[in-house]
Nanobody, 128 residues
């Protein structure tokens, strides 16, 4: 069992940066592929980024490449999402996920099934 707790969300202006953090419990953190997903108001959950167990390989949704960066610290059981040049369309609840079964995924139920463990999410609001 893995417990995930996200933090770092908030209200920012377009063009600003935010770093989200996800703290994971459990001794097997380093064995999991980790990821970030998001769900905007009125939309389905979508894939944002993934990172492999060692942190050597990352994968991003095309629209977020170059702006978002996922990283992890296995010694601290932490995974991060650095978000730069934020846009109003980035407004969403951002979810940390552990033990990704596959990625990327189609928004909606495909993404909902993509990970074994989920955090409760942190709200990111970007004003124009």
């Amino acid at each position: 069992q893995v417990l995930l707790v996200e933090s770092g969300g908030g209200l920012v202006q377009a063009g600003d940066s935010l770093r989200l953090s996800c703290a994971a419990s459990g001794r097997t953190f380093s064995s999991y592929t980790m990821g970030w997903f998001r769900q905007a108001p009125g939309k389905e959950r979508e894939f944002v980024a993934a990172i492999d167990q060692s942190g050597s390989n990352t994968y991003y949704t095309d629209s977020m490449k170059g702006r978002f960066s996922i990283s992890r610290d296995n010694a601290k059981n932490m995974v991060y999402l650095q978000m730069n040049s934020l846009k109003p369309e980035d407004t969403a609840v951002y979810y940390c996920a552990a033990d990704l079964l596959y990625y990327p995924c189609r928004p909606g139920s495909d993404c909902d099934r993509a990970a074994a463990y989920w955090g409760r999410g942190t709200q990111v609001t970007v004003s124009s």
